[in-house]
């Protein structure tokens, strides 16, 4: 039932799919974290959440919970869905201490600006 | 196979009578290009045909450039340093092929040359020609049939008018290069110089035609080869027809293809049958689909495995559950015991219904009837306990899948994920996608662009307050 439907939404836009696979130059603050200077949309993400897991930073409940218990959608501090980011990571995601998974694609999308039609 | 063992080289035994003796027997018959298992008679066939071109021996020469002086200095000293090997022709058509696959037409014309030339002991036969006419056949640059015309009179002027061997190899050559047109083109002009396609190479060419070309190119050519040649389809053509035009859902034109084959006074067998219920069954016409296993009874065919599979497969799909489980004990009793295709057919039906635990305990019921699961009876399981909500369930059933290395189809892998977004899980949805890259059950983008598209759907839910 998906699966038609995905690959006409892939032969429909080969533009969307050129965006997720397409080598870029990477902005200098995604080339520090990546160690390499270009890379894929797809091969980015997959290299934070690796990076998420080795480190541990799934909902780690130490740092100042009470300050964002309140904004977060949910209060269970071991919620897995929240990622704690460290330094490293903050500097690729808006510096944003806390970043739930669900919002993950779309904070690294920012790092891949639509290219200008040339 | 075919690698002369060093012993067999240096040896003063006549050694192609040798291995032709010992091999013979003991090979395992290897494929000729193309064939789909469907015919296993074709197989056989092929290989009485053309024994010593399938069994080419690995030449004691790998040419890997297609310079023509190279390859003549090769064969030379090959010749003159070996003198014990006593260089057959068999040897020398392999050693041929070798530079074919390599080199262009015309220089493996002149490296004929230069064998024959050179070593004259080599007397070309049919297979050696046969060697030049495939790479004719398959050079893809080449608008016209010249070189291929160039092959045959090659042949013919060495004493060796077409067969139908040649006509075999010429199609398939010609077919698997994308050449159907001059495929036909050959079939015909062949057929007016007494070498007509056999049964075989006539289906294989109409297979090629339907499934590359109109259906109109099909049928003019089916009718050319009737009126110019008295060459008419057989029974396997129009299964092969049938099958194309039940696959564009076309089932009045099948209907009307199967009175034609009463017409020409040809019974239609399982085969048949089986393949217009496949059509209803795509176009989700269970009842339709009962209706050709009625009339098999009636004509006295005898449905076999696929016939039922099909049946239960499309019983199931449009809703008709029950009558589906019925034939599992009709199939038992006729001796076509349920395999994992029709319980998960069945499981597929049953989870339409929404009863994903009827669809567990069908699971339960085909392992105790010694009937292995494959990983698409779990992928559909999967479906349809997350469909049914039962998350929990599901979640067992992925560890379990997880453990056995087996993949996730697409959709289940779809559903799944929502499923745990939609609970709240997304983490746990996070290493689904990388089970299911990992797995190589979907490929990174698909893969990635349902996570993406998840995760996009749960913020909107959880913007309109919809989710948490």
């Given at each position: 039932?998906?699966?038609?439907?995905?690959?006409?939404?892939?032969?429909?836009?080969?533009?969307?799919?050129?965006?997720?696979?397409?080598?870029?130059?990477?902005?200098?603050?995604?080339?520090?974290?990546?160690?390499?200077?270009?890379?894929?949309?797809?091969?980015?993400?997959?290299?934070?959440?690796?990076?998420?897991?080795?480190?541990?930073?799934?909902?780690?409940?130490?740092?100042?919970?009470?300050?964002?218990?309140?904004?977060?959608?949910?209060?269970?501090?071991?919620?897995?869905?929240?990622?704690?980011?460290?330094?490293?990571?903050?500097?690729?995601?808006?510096?944003?201490?806390?970043?739930?998974?669900?919002?993950?694609?779309?904070?690294?999308?920012?790092?891949?600006?639509?290219?200008?039609?040339? | 196979?075919?690698?002369?063992?060093?012993?067999?080289?240096?040896?003063?035994?006549?050694?192609?009578?040798?291995?032709?003796?010992?091999?013979?027997?003991?090979?395992?018959?290897?494929?000729?290009?193309?064939l789909t298992p469907k015919n296993p008679k074709k197989?056989?066939q092929?290989?009485?045909?053309?024994?010593?071109?399938?069994?080419?021996?690995?030449?004691?020469?790998?040419?890997?450039?297609?310079?023509?002086?190279?390859?003549?200095?090769?064969?030379?000293?090959?010749?003159?340093?070996?003198?014990?090997?006593?260089?057959?022709?068999?040897?020398?058509?392999?050693?041929?092929?070798?530079?074919?696959?390599?080199?262009?037409?015309?220089?493996?014309?002149?490296?004929?040359?230069?064998?024959?030339?050179?070593?004259?002991?080599?007397?070309?036969?049919?297979?050696?020609?046969?060697?030049?006419?495939?790479?004719?056949?398959?050079?893809?640059?080449?608008?016209?049939?010249?070189?291929?015309?160039?092959?045959?009179?090659?042949?013919?002027?060495?004493?060796?008018?077409?067969?139908?061997?040649?006509?075999?190899?010429?199609?398939?050559?010609?077919?698997?290069?994308?050449?159907?047109?001059?495929?036909?083109?050959?079939?015909?002009?062949?057929?007016?110089?007494?070498?007509?396609p056999d049964t075989y190479t006539y289906n294989f060419l109409i297979r090629c035609?339907c499934?590359?070309?109109?259906?109109?190119?099909m049928?003019?050519?089916i009718?050319?080869?009737?009126?110019?040649?008295?060459i008419k389809p057989d029974l396997v053509t129009y299964t092969i027809m049938i099958d194309n035009?039940?696959?564009?859902?076309?089932?009045?034109?099948?209907?009307?293809l199967?009175?034609?084959l009463?017409?020409e006074?040809i019974k239609p067998d399982a085969y048949v049958?089986n393949t217009?219920?496949?059509?209803?069954?795509?176009?989700?016409?269970?009842?339709?689909?009962?209706?050709?296993?009625?009339?098999?009874?009636?004509?006295?065919?005898?449905?076999?495995?696929?016939?039922?599979?099909?049946?239960?497969?499309?019983?199931?799909?449009?809703?008709?559950?029950?009558?589906?489980?019925?034939?599992?004990?009709?199939?038992?009793?006729?001796?076509?015991?349920?395999?994992?295709?029709?319980?998960?057919?069945?499981?597929?039906?049953?989870?339409?219904?929404?009863?994903?635990?009827?669809?567990?305990?069908?699971?339960?019921?085909?392992?105790?009837?010694?009937?292995?699961?494959?990983?698409?009876?779990?992928?559909?399981?999967?479906?349809?306990?997350?469909?049914?909500?039962?998350?929990?369930?599901?979640?067992?059933?992925?560890?379990?899948?997880?453990?056995?290395?087996?993949?996730?189809?697409?959709?289940?892998?779809?559903?799944?994920?929502?499923?745990?977004?939609?609970?709240?899980?997304?983490?746990?949805?996070?290493?689904?996608?990388?089970?299911?890259?990992?797995?190589?059950?979907?490929?990174?983008?698909?893969?990635?662009?349902?996570?993406?598209?998840?995760?996009?759907?749960?913020?909107?839910?959880?913007?309109?307050?919809?989710?948490?």
């Open positions: 039932m998906l699966t038609p439907k995905l690959k006409k939404a892939i032969t429909d836009n080969p533009k969307k799919l050129a965006d997720l696979i397409d080598l870029v130059n990477l902005p200098t603050t995604l080339r520090e974290f990546m160690g390499q200077s270009q890379t894929s949309r797809l091969g980015c993400f997959k290299r934070v959440w690796s990076y998420i897991k080795e480190n541990n930073l799934q909902a780690c409940p130490s740092v100042t919970l009470a300050m964002y218990s309140a904004i977060l959608w949910t209060k269970d501090p071991n919620n897995k869905n929240i990622v704690c980011c460290d330094e490293k990571l903050k500097g690729i995601l808006l510096g944003k201490p806390r970043v739930d998974l669900a919002e993950l694609p779309t904070l690294m999308k920012l790092h891949f600006p639509k290219k200008q039609k040339s | 196979m075919g690698k002369i063992p060093q012993a067999f080289r240096t040896s003063q035994l006549p050694t192609s009578q040798f291995l032709k003796n010992k091999q013979s027997p003991s090979t395992p018959p290897q494929k000729p290009y193309f197989t056989q092929k290989i009485n045909n053309r024994p010593e071109k399938v069994k080419s021996l690995t030449p004691l020469i790998n040419f890997t450039s297609p310079n023509l002086s190279d390859a003549k200095t090769q064969f030379k000293s090959l010749i003159s340093t070996q003198k014990n090997t006593p260089f057959d022709t068999r040897f020398c058509n392999s050693v041929l092929q070798s530079y074919s696959c390599v080199s262009s037409f015309q220089d493996s014309i002149l490296l004929l040359n230069y064998m024959v030339k050179i070593h004259p002991e080599f007397l070309p036969d049919r297979h050696t020609y046969h060697v030049l006419l495939l790479q004719s056949c398959k050079s893809t640059d080449d608008d016209s049939l010249s070189s291929v015309h160039d092959a045959l009179n090659l042949m013919a002027n060495n004493g060796f008018s077409p067969n139908k061997v040649t006509t075999d190899i010429a199609v398939r050559a010609l077919c698997s290069s994308g050449r159907e047109e001059h495929a036909v083109e050959l079939v015909k002009e062949l057929s007016s110089k007494d070498s007509p035609l499934r590359n070309r109109s259906v109109s190119s049928n003019n050519f009718k050319d080869m009737r009126e110019g040649f008295g035009v039940c696959n564009g859902k076309n089932l009045r034109e099948a209907t009307r199967l009175e034609v009463s017409e006074g049958y217009i219920m496949k059509g209803y069954c795509m176009l989700n016409l269970g009842s339709e689909a009962l209706g050709v296993y009625n009339k098999m009874q009636e004509e006295g065919v005898k449905p076999d495995l696929v016939t039922f599979n099909t049946l239960v497969y499309g019983l199931s799909k449009s809703g008709k559950v029950k009558e589906a489980k019925k034939f599992l004990r009709i199939m038992a009793e006729t001796g076509n015991f349920p395999d994992a295709v029709t319980y998960t057919s069945l499981m597929n039906g049953v989870c339409r219904q929404g009863d994903a635990l009827g669809a567990l305990a069908l699971l339960e019921e085909m392992e105790a009837r010694g009937c292995t699961p494959n990983d698409c009876t779990y992928s559909t399981l999967l479906h349809g306990l997350c469909k049914a909500k039962l998350l929990d369930k599901a979640i067992e059933l992925y560890e379990i899948m997880k453990k056995g290395d087996m993949k996730l189809d697409a959709g289940s892998y779809g559903t799944f994920l929502r499923t745990l977004c939609r609970n709240g899980r997304v983490a746990d949805a996070y290493e689904v996608f990388e089970y299911a890259v990992e797995s190589k059950s979907l490929s990174d983008v698909s893969a990635y662009t349902t996570l993406e598209g998840t995760l996009k759907w749960l913020m909107k839910a959880r913007e309109q307050g919809l989710a948490v």
